[in-house]
């Protein structure tokens, strides 16, 4: 505790017992006849600085938790209570302070906040990893169990192989690039060409994203450019209109005929649930005789620029 003289200007220190001196560092021939503003330093907040001099200003009591600062330099969370002391004529005498460090309380309020938001994070990530195995279970064709439960193996692998990339990069924000080329390279690896500029997305698009790009790569292998010994497929990808999000577009060079291409079966549906649902984003396919056109366009609340 310190007790400063309210009579003298600039209040100076009076009195400061062995609890303060302790916290603080000081001496107390350092301190005494001086204002507490020394404790101050540029982390101080100027808006509790500012509740302390009205209240001093007010001659009221006041609490307040406030960034100080001891001898060495080092910083401390002060809970310091203000109270004035009056003499009989009701004239203002001195200023009694009490501080409590709560620095240690602080670290462990941050640290409390930091795994709610993680424990939150993770339920909100889980659920969106669930959904999309929901819609990859309800919208794969059940018709030749051993058919259905290889289809489901492959993209549960594809969100799997996503995963991996997100922990990688510790759930931040990854390379489109690199998203693309992971999930598209094991069915071309010589016969994909890959080009656009360095494009981040933020953690909730790449797995559904991912699951598209399996689909079409998929599709391209099965029934599509990539079936064929000369085929090659050509993915392309830019920012979006004003540079917010990001469009993609898949060219399939030497494809088979359309009508062979026609069937495509539930990959088609799960490539438009996860880009117009998951994404909310819109898919345009366009047939030539090359072979298939693709565009999608992911909105701007779903990425962002390097």
């Known amino acids: 505790m310190v007790v400063t003289d309210a009579r003298k200007p600039d209040l100076p220190i009076v009195l400061a017992n062995k609890a303060f001196l302790e916290l603080t ?4 021939q350092e301190i005494l006849g001086r204002n507490c503003r020394f404790l101050q330093g540029p982390a101080t907040s100027p808006i509790a600085v500012a509740e302390i001099r009205a209240a001093i200003a007010e001659e009221r009591e ?4 406030i960034l100080n600062y001891k001898s060495s330099g080092e910083q401390f969370w002060n809970r310091l209570h203000l ?7 009701g004239r203002i005498l001195y200023f009694f302070g009490s501080q409590i460090d709560m620095t240690e309380y602080r670290r462990i309020e941050a640290l409390e906040a ?17 959904a999309i195995v929901d819609s990859i279970v309800r919208l794969s064709n059940a018709e ?3 058919l259905y439960a290889a289809a489901i193996q492959h993209r549960v692998q594809a969100l799997a192989r996503a995963h991996s990339l997100l922990a990688a990069r510790r759930w931040t924000s990854i390379s489109l690039e690199e998203l693309i080329r ?13 080009s656009g500029p360095d494009l981040k997305m933020p953690a909730p698009v790449v797995q559904p994203l991912a699951l598209v790009l399996h689909e079409l790569a998929v599709n391209a292998a099965h029934h599509g450019a990539l079936a064929t010994a000369q085929g ?17 577009r898949l060219q399939e060079v030497g494809a088979p005929t359309p009508p062979k291409l026609a069937k ?21 396919k366009t047939w030539s005789e090359e072979g298939l056109l693709i565009d999608i366009e992911v909105p701007a609340a779903s990425s962002t620029s390097a």
């Open 232 to 248: 090659r497929l050509s993915i392309s990808w830019k920012p979006g209109p004003s540079g917010a999000g990001f469009n993609i």
């Open 182 to 194: 992971q999930q598209v390279a094991p069915f071309a690896a010589t016969r994909a060409f890959f």
């Open 25 to 28: 560092g000081y001496e107390a």
């Open 264 to 284: 495509r079966g539930f990959g088609t549906v799960i490539v438009g649930a996860m880009v117009e649902k998951q994404l909310q984003g819109r898919l345009e």
């Open 144 to 146: 030749d169990p051993a």
């Open 83 to 89: 109270s004035p002391i009056h003499g009989d004529d």
């Open 62 to 65: 006041i609490t307040v938790e």
């Open 114 to 130: 930091s795994e709610h938001r993680l424990l939150m994070e993770v339920d909100h990530r889980s659920k969106n990893v669930l």
